[in-house]
């Protein structure tokens, strides 16, 4: 039998097959794990994918959308319902040409609640000729609404009052010059010019260089003759002036011209009961046509 020499460079050598040995079974051990759990189902947590890695994570937080900050949304005043009378060249049947018609006309029963339809704060509150009773809020960029014809304007409406999209500022009226109930709805800009509420509502903006200022001011050269329910009795009587009927204005109320009718005919039975006889004639009292009676003296 050969004699096998044990010397120093045998035991490095035998070290190395050692250490070998172990970096082979390790990576035999990983490769068995990663195809176990290559064949592992995804766990679901609320109905979501779960990641295996941290790179999964990853790719799957960078691709997430990130919210973008917006400037300004204008939602809807009166949700659900329709534009009768759009922002442009008007006229109305009691007026003799056109005229610019500054914002939109919305169809609502009397009572539907009226909403702000962007964040701002109160600016008006209160009546305004042809308007009637009116609400105006204050936006970013200097953007103003306006509310008009209200039938009630909400508890607390004053300037400085903080409000959110979709608050209540009051109710749908026929207030003001109205042809009915329904409100008139403006947007102005910084230096008061009315912009058609068309190019905003149901819209958000970014910045103010998304603001379409310039296109909202524009209108169209046709004028658009208006079909109104009622007409007021203020702009009925100009519309008989204009075909030639007379005008009767109308100074007292029945309840004024009930108590003058009641005095004249007090005033003429104090003067039949006071007149003398002439030719065998006296006076008696008022008859039920209202005139005097008389009978002969015997």
Known sequence: MALVRTGPGSKARARRVVAEAVIVGIAGLS??????????????????????SATAVAVAASSAPAENDVLIAFQEPVP??????????????????????EG????????AAVRVAADGVVIAAGEKGGYGRYVAVRHAEGLTTFYAHLGEIAAGMKPGLAMAAGETLGRVGSTGTSTGPHLHFEIRDEQDRPLNPAMFLGKAFAEAGDLPLDLAKRYSGRVRMAQVSRIPASKQALMDARAGKPIVLRRTTDAEDLAQAER????????????ERIDGLKGLAIGPDGRPRAQLSL
């Open 31 to 52: 490769a068995v794990a990663v195809a176990h759990a290559s064949l592992l189902a995804p766990a679901l947590i609320a109905g979501r994918t779960v990641p295996q």
């Open 80 to 101: 659900g319902h329709a534009v009768v009378s759009p922002f442009g060249l008007r006229q109305l049947p009691w007026e003799g040409s056109g005229r610019l018609h």
């Open 104 to 111: 939109v006309d919305i169809s609502a029963d009397a009572g």
């Open 264 to 275: 004249n005919l007090q005033g003429q039975a104090r003067e039949a009961a006071m007149s």
